[in-house]
């Protein structure tokens, strides 16, 4: 039996995505070859921080960002041989938000810290995910909500 040769036809570092500083982040990468495995390595393209990968040598791994900014991260593969192919993935790090939650009289008061304007005010009256509808949509970091007679939860999401 001969073996098949070993040929990388394409790399792709998944879609385009936000992320949080400090928070574990998926990538999605996909390496398309015929033969053997070829080496895949993430590595940081540019951006305003460090990165730090779950490990780097695999397609789908996470990595972490410890300064927010915009940051291209490349994934590659090569079989040593043909020429090696790349993919870039763009992502927008934030600060995460921090959240404060007060009661004023009939409402809520909410202020918040952290995040990329617009932030999105959101509602979901029970725990399961997929509920939550938009209550607000500001560019401020605070917001009153009005006491119901219902119970629920409130997020607070930011770009």
Request: hydrophobic share 40%.
């Amino acid at each position: 039996m001969t073996a098949l040769p070993r040929c990388v036809t394409s790399a792709s570092a998944g879609p385009d995505q936000s992320a949080a500083c400090g928070s574990p982040t998926c990538l999605q990468g996909c390496v398309n070859f015929v033969g053997s495995p070829p080496a895949n390595l993430w590595r940081l393209y540019s951006g305003p921080g460090t990165v730090t990968f779950a490990d780097p040598s695999q397609t789908n791994t996470t990595a972490i960002f410890k300064t927010p900014g915009i940051y291209t991260l490349e994934l590659s593969a090569a079989d040593g041989v043909h020429a090696v192919s790349y993919d870039a993935v763009v992502i927008a790090v934030s600060q995460p938000i921090a959240l404060a939650v007060s009661r004023l009289g009939t409402n809520l008061n909410l202020a918040w810290a952290g995040g990329s304007p617009p932030y999105v005010v959101q509602w979901n009256g029970s725990a399961v995910a997929g509920l939550w509808e938009t209550f607000l949509t500001t560019n401020g970091q605070s917001a009153l909500v009005p006491l119901t007679a219902g119970s629920g939860f409130l997020r607070v999401q930011g770009q």
